[in-house]
């Protein structure tokens, strides 16, 4: 990839490529609607209680609040237009390092 084509990933991304991702859902604030399932269902599932929760590398439902799981670099994209997209604003993308929002209600 030339070094152009990297800082146009860069900027399609919003984050640089050495800076891991996680992402946690905030039940509270879940309405059910499963878009982020529909976006990214490698890492969202709605449970029989009819909300949303994130998904391990595994594929295992993580119930436990505020449980995060890693983002992988392919389903970048698909994850932060879930948390764009999802009407409860419960989706939270953040920087692993520094626990920054980079995408979701609370992000800059």
Known sequence: MSEQNAKSADQDTGTEP?????????QDLCTGDGICAQYAPEVFELDID????????DDELLQDPGATTRVPLPL????????????GDCIHVRR????????GPDAP
């Not at 009819?50 to 590398?57: E, F, T």
């Not at 970048?76 to 009407?87: F, I, M, N, Q």
């Open 50 to 57: 009819g909300l949303a929760y994130v998904k391990s590398a």
């Open 18 to 26: 050495d800076k891991e991702l996680e992402v946690w859902i905030d």
């Open 76 to 87: 970048l994209r698909d994850v932060a237009d879930s948390a764009k997209e999802c009407p």
């Open 96 to 103: 692993v390092a520094d626990k920054t929002e980079v995408y």
